[in-house]
């Protein structure tokens, strides 16, 4: 048993005050760091409970700019009117994601925030960068199929394992965090994880003791021509081999925006701009979308058994663009 403190945090200022305190997380939904503490994966000296803090609203602005706090609940956020109706690829990516039952206790922020579902990261026996800074990465040699072909290094090439963060990486998300010194910043959600490199414990931009309050999602040309598009082993509560969020501005036949971000083959929410363009200026057609499909893996590098991943994710690019495709 790993001995640790439980703060019910009443308001953000103590949340963080809490939270400065070496080794303490912050607690949600808990579906993710309760059940990594469970195979003492991670072991925090403290935990704040932010479960409280007022951080639960979609907040649609005048401007047609949605704010969505940290403590939104998956489901609640995936059948909200206003994300319905303007942001499909939201919608359905957090619909694709775990299961009901989990999704009812999932929150956007922790979401955000989640951690790889490698098996080797997850196994507290095998030797893990991301868990133990120094100690390997198992991977390397080792059982590859679901691992990363986009981002990867030397140490680590383990996936990021989140449906929303691929849609929020393609609609311009913002993330809205509240620093331990009181500051208040925007991340663009593009900027917000971290390749591994030689740091794979390293998994964001934020600091210790910030706190993610909102993510924020601009007006955009583009978001209401949207979709996300998942492949997996199974129909439900499996994640993904290869997933691609893709959002389309198309006039007259010519494709004028687009966003192209990848999910399931790389280590972190990949935007590609090899793709989008390859989209631009393009006219919307079937030829377009596979040439963007093979634009975004042209740098993808495969280790082992996970070489399928590139021709399915270029497949997967091409089938998302297909559908919106349809409906432009």
């Known amino acids: 048993m790993q001995p640790f403190t439980y703060t019910r945090a009443p308001d953000e200022d103590r949340a963080v005050a809490a939270a400065r305190e070496a080794g303490a997380h912050y607690l949600a939904g808990g579906t993710s760091l309760v059940d990594l503490m469970r195979l003492d994966v991670m072991r925090p000296t403290g935990l704040v409970d932010i479960s409280r803090l007022p951080l639960g609203l979609v907040e649609p602005h005048t401007d047609g700019s949605v704010r969505i706090g940290a403590m939104v609940r998956n489901s609640d956020l995936a059948h909200h009117p206003v994300i319905t109706e303007r942001y499909p690829a939201l919608r359905q990516a957090l619909l694709s994601g775990a299961s009901p039952q989990l999704r009812n206790m999932a929150t956007v922020g922790g ?116 979709r996300y598009v998942k492949v997996r082993d199974r129909a439900s509560y499996a994640f993904a081999l290869s997933s691609a969020a893709v959002a389309l501005e198309v006039q007259n036949g010519t494709i004028r925006s687009a966003r192209v971000a990848l999910g399931g083959v790389a280590t972190k929410p990949w935007r590609s701009r090899e793709a989008e363009r390859a989209l631009i200026g393009r006219p919307a057609t079937i030829d377009t979308y596979r040439s963007a499909g093979a634009a975004a893996m042209s740098h993808a590098v495969a280790r082992g058994q996970n070489e399928f991943k590139i021709a399915l994710a270029a497949r997967t690019i091409a089938r998302a663009l297909q559908e919106i495709g349809r409906g432009t």
Not at 115 to 144: E, H, I, L, V, W
């Open 111 to 226: 979401n955000v925030l989640q951690r790889t579902r490698c098996s080797y990261f997850r196994d507290a026996a095998s030797p893990c960068n991301k868990r133990q800074p120094g100690a390997g990465c198992a991977a390397q040699g080792g059982y590859t199929r679901m691992h990363a072909v986009l981002g990867g290094s030397e140490h680590c090439i383990a996936v990021h394992p989140s449906d929303m963060c691929v849609a929020l990486v393609a609609l311009d998300a913002v993330v809205q965090s509240r620093m331990a010194n009181g500051t208040r910043r925007s991340t663009p959600f593009e900027s917000f994880h971290s390749v591994p490199g030689d740091t794979p414990h390293v998994e964001t931009i934020l600091q210790p003791g910030e706190l993610i309050t909102h993510v924020d999602l601009p007006v955009s040309p583009f978001a209401a021509h949207s």
